[in-house]
């Protein structure tokens, strides 16, 4: 008896499916692995004393952006990853950005005036005038609470004004 060899069947509709199933599962394992990575991570927006990441305090400690006696009244992590290489920072007695291109900061005491605009999309657009002339431009993504962080610059100042100069 002879074996006939089977003839191969053409089945182009297996390519097809996976032409389509590896694409879109390689898209839902990003999407969820993304999903895991900021599930887990420190949460952004305006933090303030009170709930302070761990992270932004090792970060401010290690870069020494504060003087020893300062307390932070509000902090703001404008970096993507959320790991301080750029923030705003106010403390009892400075409003510091720090990037990586170098540090700003103003004294509390040498703030002039200040100006806010909101916009839905953008967030909050925080500029602080220096009586020297410097200004300094805060912007805090419309989900992050950017009102929090004016409201304790606003509050700061105003206990500044309010407290008799030596």
Not at 3 to 20: D, F, H, M
Not at 73 to 89: E, P, V
Not at 102 to 107: A, K, N, Q, W
Request: hydrophobic share 40%; proline share 5%.
């Amino acid at each position: 008896m002879e074996t006939q060899p089977q003839a191969q069947s053409n089945q182009p509709w297996k390519w097809i499916i996976l032409a389509i199933v590896l694409p879109i599962g390689a898209v839902f394992l990003g999407f969820f692995g993304l999903f895991i990575f900021f599930l887990t991570g420190p949460e952004g927006g305006v933090r303030v004393t009170s709930n302070m990441e761990p992270y932004a305090l090792e970060y401010l400690e290690s870069h020494q952006l504060l003087d020893p006696h300062e307390t932070i009244m509000a902090y703001y992590d404008a970096s993507f990853q959320l790991n301080g290489t750029k923030a705003a920072i106010l403390t009892d007695s400075r409003v510091i950005y720090h990037q990586p291109m170098g540090t700003s900061v103003i004294p509390l005491t040498e703030v002039e005036r200040i100006e806010h605009e909101t916009d839905g999309m953008v967030g909050d657009s925080i500029r602080i005038f220096s009586k020297s002339g410097e200004i300094m431009a805060i912007e805090i993504d419309s989900i992050d609470n950017g009102s929090l962080f004016l409201a304790a610059l606003e509050g700061r100042l105003s206990q500044i004004s309010q407290t008799p100069q030596r």
